[in-house]
């Protein structure tokens, strides 16, 4: 494993809407070697050698090869390539370097994104954060997946294959190939971005609108409140594992077959949800339902980066970040009206209706994914590509170590993921809480109807969207500043260049951190009759500021702290834990709001994020100690790297 890997194949990605699957792209073979078997070693053929894929790159229309560096005999290399005379182990192992690589933001390679490249190089490597994202390099992802997997599989390539192509090669024509996602019309990206946000919104939102329900579900079937909101839990806890599956199988057959099979399976599970007789297939539907949605959440991140270049890539992916967030507020203000009038029952309708509305955009979806769009251009230009040399099981066991056995070793292990999701899950289980809490409020105190205490989520909508605001200027004024020299990044009052650190993005953390408490006790002692309804509603705009603050926070640090394989691990141990941690909340909110009082039991929460509150600072001053005593960050990965040089 070279130097060279760490500096030239690094992603950063966001999310828990952020899938995780898009940081692994760039990641190592020795890195994908040690989430499956537990060792930093490639593994050797069966004579001792390692088998390495080549450095080289092929145009689909040609099958030509072309070095990273230009060749003064391209014709003889394309020679000895279709001849067979030249086999993959013959070439040293080099990243492929994909065709915008060293589009920095300002254009220019000298002047790199976060300033002079011979100071920063090292760091703006590692330190694209959430909303200034590095365009993955879908081909360096998937030439290392091809390295791993021939390592993996410890067999040397068929002599039938040696006259083929190897698929991780292929590359585009020229770097205006218009079949590029990134060479793609404005009109056709933001058409992409934005019918996959709304799939986004409208897997979440059928999270919420089932609540809206409950009470006449209960006196319908004759069942508990915590029956009734079971089904909440279990559309949550398939939320949580659906995207195990999801994201190794879009890096295998792309982002498009994800949508179109899971959109309408989804839509199947909600019409038997609505048809079931009993609350026992309610259950067992709500659990499907959610995990048959889930991978629309998953994949969505990859479909937008496919199409984005860094710099444009901010505002989409600020409004992906944002969907999610606003369909669990959205479900109460529709499902609210359509329950009282309506019935319980069409509130699964009409998310049947919105997810019908949107199939046929899903439907027109092109796929975004680089490494299947020039296996099929090679396949039409009648190229000859090799065979997989690993199965489709050893491919999904390497995927889902690093998607699930690696993210529950995190949270037992590594204090940076144990804390953060910790933080995060409280705010993210809150939000569901409220669902159970607000009509409490607001129909119990305030004695609003079914339909109207729905919208008294709209202040926790308009926090959602005053939070990403102040987010986007927070980035634009402060970490991502451009200055009269050209530089751009953060300085000191002396004018000197900061390096970008994880801990110099906790700022809005801190801002989030202490906006929640304050949003939980203005809740807590304003919910009373003699007070107005608008004061407690007015609660709601500093924690969904608070909310999307932390999520943003948390999601920029795990970016800057862990390299690729790590980073999707860490994110996939967030989302399994915020989704398990808000499962549980809708179980006993009720109960502790009748035993406490609304004004006791919303403090309780509060008295919990002030327990929380000193989180970003704590780890300002001793988070870079901690990221390097880390098995999992940057040091370990280099201190790997000199052991192995």
């Not at 909440?232 to 190794?248: E, M, R």
């Not at 994110?571 to 809708?586: E, K, Q, S, V």
Request: with cysteine; glycine share 8%.
């Amino acid at each position: 494993m070279s130097a060279q890997r760490t500096l030239e194949s690094q992603s950063i990605t966001s999310g828990d809407y952020v899938s995780a699957e898009e940081s692994i792209r760039t990641a190592s073979v020795t890195d994908f070697e040690d989430a499956l078997e537990g060792s930093h070693s490639n593994l050797p053929d069966d004579d001792g050698t390692e088998t390495l894929q080549g450095d080289k790159t092929v145009n689909g229309d040609t099958g030509s090869n072309t070095d990273h560096e230009p060749s003064n005999d391209s014709e003889t290399t394309t020679k000895e390539i279709e001849s067979g005379e030249r086999t993959v182990e013959d070439t040293p192992l080099q990243p492929t370097r994909s065709n915008d690589e060293e589009l920095d933001y300002d254009g220019s390679e000298e002047k790199g994104f976060f300033g002079n490249v011979n100071d920063f190089s090292q760091i703006a490597s590692r330190t694209r954060t959430n909303l200034r994202l590095t365009r993955t390099e879908t081909q360096g992802f998937h030439d290392e997946l091809s390295r791993v997997i021939t390592s993996a599989s410890r067999k040397k390539v068929s002599e039938e294959d040696e006259d083929a192509v190897d698929p991780a090669t292929l590359d585009w024509d020229s770097p205006d190939d218009p079949d590029n996602p990134t060479n793609w019309s404005s009109r056709k990206k933001w058409f992409s971005t934005m019918t996959v946000a709304f799939l986004c919104l409208v897997v979440s939102l059928g999270s919420s609108l089932y609540v809206c329900g409950v009470p006449e579900l209960m006196m319908e079937m004759g069942i508990s409140q915590e029956l009734g909101f079971a089904g909440l839990s279990l559309y949550l806890l398939g939320l949580s594992v659906g995207p195990i599956i999801a994201a190794p199988l879009s890096e295998l057959i792309g982002r498009r077959p994800i949508y179109i099979v899971t959109l309408p399976l989804s839509m199947l599970f909600t019409m038997g949800v609505g048809l079931s007789p009993n609350i026992w297939t309610i259950l067992v539907l709500r659990f499907f339902s959610g995990a048959s949605a889930s991978p629309c959440l998953a994949v969505a991140s990859g479909s937008i980066v496919d199409v984005f270049l860094p710099h444009e890539v901010g505002l989409a992916m600020a409004l992906f970040c944002l969907a999610p967030f606003m369909g669990p507020v959205l479900g109460p203000i529709i499902g609210g009206f359509v329950a009282e009038n309506k019935g319980w029952k069409w509130t699964l309708w009409v998310n049947l209706m919105f997810a019908g509305a949107l199939l046929p955009f899903v439907l027109m979806l092109p796929e975004t994914y680089a490494p299947v769009l020039l296996k099929k251009r090679a396949k039409a230009r009648k190229i000859k590509l090799q065979k997989p040399q690993v199965g489709l099981l050893r491919f999904l066991m390497i995927m889902l170590s690093i998607t699930l056995v690696k993210p529950l070793q995190m949270l037992v292990v590594e204090p940076i993921v144990i804390v953060f999701s910790i933080y995060i899950s409280f705010v993210f289980a809150i939000l569901f809480g409220f669902f159970e809490a607000y009509p409490v409020i607001f129909r119990g105190v305030y004695r609003m109807s079914l339909g109207i205490s729905g919208l008294t989520f709209i202040g926790i909508g308009v926090g959602l969207f005053l939070g990403t605001g102040f987010y986007l200027v927070l980035n634009a004024l402060c970490f991502y500043k451009k200055h009269d020299d050209g530089f751009v990044g953060m300085k000191d009052k002396d004018g000197n260049q900061l390096p970008p650190t994880p801990e110099s993005r906790l700022l809005s953390g801190k801002f989030g951190a202490l906006a929640l408490p304050i949003s939980l006790f203005w809740l807590a002692w304003t919910s009373r009759e003699s007070i107005h309804w608008i004061v407690p509603v007015l609660a709601g705009v500093p924690f969904g500021f608070s909310l999307i603050l932390i999520f943003f926070t948390v999601v920029t640090y795990f970016s800057m702290s862990y390299p690729p394989l790590s980073l999707a691990s860490a994110l996939a141990a967030n989302n399994l834990a915020r989704y398990t941690i808000a499962a549980a909340f809708p179980l006993f909110t009720v109960q502790m709001y009748d035993k406490l009082g609304i004004d006791w039991a919303t403090s309780l929460f509060a008295f919990v994020a002030i327990g929380l509150v000193p989180v970003p600072w704590i780890f300002e001053y001793y988070g870079e100690s901690l990221r390097k005593r880390s098995k999992f960050g940057f040091d370990a990965e280099q201190k790997e790297d000199s052991s192995l040089a």
